[in-house]
Antibody, heavy 122, light 107 residues
Framework: EVQLLESGGGLVQPGGSLRLSCADS????????MSWVRQAPGRGLEWVSS????????YYADSVKGRFTISRDDSKNTLYLLMNSLRGEDTAIYYC???????????????WGQGTLVTVSS | EIVMTQSPATLSVSPGERATLSCRAS??????LAWYQQKPGQAPRLLIY???TRATGIPARFSGSGSGTEFTLTISSLQSEDFAVYYC?????????FGQGTKVEIK
């Protein structure tokens, strides 16, 4: 059974950096594409970034492009999100999720971790 | 970017009644649409993908329909555990986008 556990969230000042981690213990992590999705307080869901199973392809929302970097360490079954130049609008719960692909098409997210809260404030 | 619009924002339903939630895409997404359920303090859970295929373990009272730009999630007989927020998500185009959610509350 897939079990995803995020960590690394916390309070950071505007302009600061934070690295989120997502560890899994339930499946062959290296075979699967993974994503980060965030949810601002009281708001809806926003896709942030995705990485292919091989790690060679990465994708970013325009709102984070150039500031966030997604990566993976398959030897540790861990997904990362390095967030630089953080802004107030980055405040959100960040969820990692397993991507589901049909052929080469990126589709739905399942399952999801429980999320980690990032608060950007002075 | 495809904009997903859900209606209504809040739906008040009595237990045992049917709930019908709508999701509209700003351009066609064929059947590349998923539905999620989110309860307070929890992560979203996949309910439906391919517009109408129930995910593993999802009860038969949940059904999805539609194609193109108009989609519906129906809960045939609401149980207490079904009161939650529901999101649709399109995966026809990048970036993958979500609707703003419909809250199903107890009437």
């Amino acid at each position: 059974e897939v079990q995803l556990l995020e960590s690394g969230g916390g309070l950071v000042q505007p302009g600061g950096s934070l690295r989120l981690s997502c560890a899994d213990s339930g499946f062959t992590f290296s075979n699967y594409a993974m994503s980060w999705v965030r949810q601002a307080p009281g708001r809806g869901l926003e896709w942030v970034s995705s990485i292919s199973g091989s790690g060679t392809s990465t994708y970013y929302a325009d709102s984070v492009k150039g500031r966030f970097t997604i990566s993976r360490d398959d030897s540790k079954n861990t997904l990362y999100l390095l967030m630089n130049s953080l802004r107030g609008e980055d405040t959100a719960i960040y969820y990692c999720a397993k991507d589901n692909l049909l052929a080469t098409s990126w589709c739905w997210f399942d399952p999801w971790g429980q999320g980690t809260l990032v608060t950007v404030s002075s | 970017e495809i904009v997903m619009t859900q209606s209504p924002a809040t739906l008040s339903v009595s237990p045992g009644e049917r709930a019908t939630l709508s999701c509209r895409a700003s351009q066609t997404v064929t059947i590349n649409l998923a539905w999620y359920q989110q309860k307070p303090g929890q992560a979203p859970r996949l309910l439906i993908y391919g517009a109408s295929t129930r995910a593993t373990g999802i009860p038969a009272r949940f059904s999805g329909s539609g194609s193109g730009t108009e989609f519906t999630l129906t809960i045939s007989s609401l149980q207490s555990e079904d009161f939650a927020v529901y999101y649709c998500q399109q995966y026809n185009n990048w970036p993958r986008t979500f609707g703003q959610g419909t809250k199903v509350e107890i009437k």
